[in-house]
């Protein structure tokens, strides 16, 4: 199994553009979680989806913040506009079960300028 | 609220020495999950090793060991012969079995480890 793919690996924007990640979970897994990495905050969980459906967005930190899971395979997260203070990594995580080991993605090193 | 406190921001160790990187968690729970992840400088977050609550034989996974003390609340992780490619952010999770819930799983902040030639 190629194991979680993530894209891009690297995104540079500009401040109030719109940006999307992309994720493909590994394949059979349920549950996909999108989690943001910083320095100051360590990993943040921003919404899960069990099945495709989002079960928990509580961790999505504004309305700029969307999330889609439209099939099994593919997942998206969306910040529109951007701000300087979204420059993070974002990964992208999948597991069989809730419970169990997250497979993480690559990450995506997003900069906002 | 669970926590999980890894106490060492930095750790360094020669190589094919052992090395124990701490971590502490605090949960009512009786039922949990501790989990090591790598994250080496290409960003990537691995897994490691995993220890569950109920479990009476402290994991193991090759060079990887997991020192589980559960009066302490502790899950140490062990090293043994270290190498160059261990150098990583090493981080400790908590999850609760049985909440239904993937907001429950909580990281730590991490140890920079380094192996030194």
């Known amino acids: 199994d190629a194991g979680v793919i993530q894209s891009p690996r690297h995104e540079v924007t500009e401040m109030g553009q719109e940006v999307t990640l992309r994720c493909k979970p590994i394949s059979g897994h349920d549950y996909l979680f999108w989690y943001r990495q910083t320095m100051m905050r360590g990993l943040e969980l921003l919404i899960y989806?069990?099945?495709?459906?989002?079960?928990?967005d509580s961790g999505m930190p504004e309305d700029r913040f969307s999330a889609k899971m439209p099939n099994a395979s593919f997942s998206t997260l969306k910040i529109q506009p951007s701000e300087p203070r979204d420059s993070a990594v974002y990964f992208c995580?999948?597991?069989?079960?809730?419970?169990?080991?997250?497979?993480f993605g690559s990450g995506t090193q997003l900069s906002v300028l | 609220a669970q926590k999980i406190t890894q106490t060492q921001p930095g750790m360094f160790v020669q190589e094919k020495e052992a090395v124990t990187l701490d971590c502490t968690y605090d949960t009512s729970d009786p039922s949990y999950g501790l989990f090591w992840y790598k994250q080496p400088s290409s960003g990537e977050m691995i897994f490691l090793i995993y220890q569950g609550s109920y479990d009476q034989q402290n994991a193991t996974e090759g060079r990887y060991s997991l020192n589980f003390q559960k009066a302490r609340k502790s899950a140490n992780l062990v090293i043994s012969a270290s190498q160059l490619g261990d150098s990583a952010m090493y981080f400790c999770a908590m999850s609760l079995l049985y909440s239904g819930s993937a907001r429950q799983l909580t990281f730590g902040s991490g140890t920079q480890l380094t192996v030194l030639p």
């Open positions: 989806f069990n099945n495709n459906v989002p079960i928990d």
């Open positions: 995580a999948s597991s069989q079960e809730i419970r169990e080991k997250l497979f």
